[in-house]
């Protein structure tokens, strides 16, 4: 069974950055597409970004357009997150599929989430 290992998060002020990891311990299809999703006590699962190399497919959620990067070397991926405001503060999860879903019912692999705390 593959599985997704994090690092990174943590706290920061508003404006700073802080760089995500995930790396999957093997490669399956059920690793094409890999990205981030956060969320917050009490509310749904907000996908953030995700990237497909083999189809070309990236994806950032409106809310971090221009501020966050996502990147993937091999089965490694990487979320840049630049120009920090607190309401990106949320427990991270990153995660794997067959492809980019919106639905993050439809992605197979979790990592176990970081929490990134933005304070004003």
């Known amino acids: 069974q593959v599985q997704l290992l994090e690092s990174g998060g943590g706290s920061v002020q508003a404006g700073g950055s802080m760089t995500l990891s995930c790396a999957a311990s093997?490669?399956?299809?059920?690793?094409?597409?890999m990205g981030w999703f956060r969320q917050n006590p009490g509310k749904e699962r907000e996908g953030v970004a995700s990237?497909?190399?083999?189809?070309?497919i990236l994806y950032y959620a409106s809310s971090v357009k221009g501020r966050f990067t996502i990147s993937r070397d091999k089965n490694t991926v990487y979320l840049q997150m630049n120009s920090l405001k607190p309401e990106d503060t949320a427990v991270y999860y990153c995660?794997?599929?067959?492809?980019?879903?919106?639905?993050?019912?439809?992605?197979?692999?979790w990592g176990q989430g970081t929490q990134v705390t933005v304070s004003s």
């Open positions: 995660a794997a599929a067959t492809n980019c879903y919106r639905d993050y019912n439809h992605w197979a692999l």
């Open positions: 093997g490669y399956t299809p059920s690793t094409n597409c």
């Open positions: 990237i497909y190399p083999g189809l070309d």
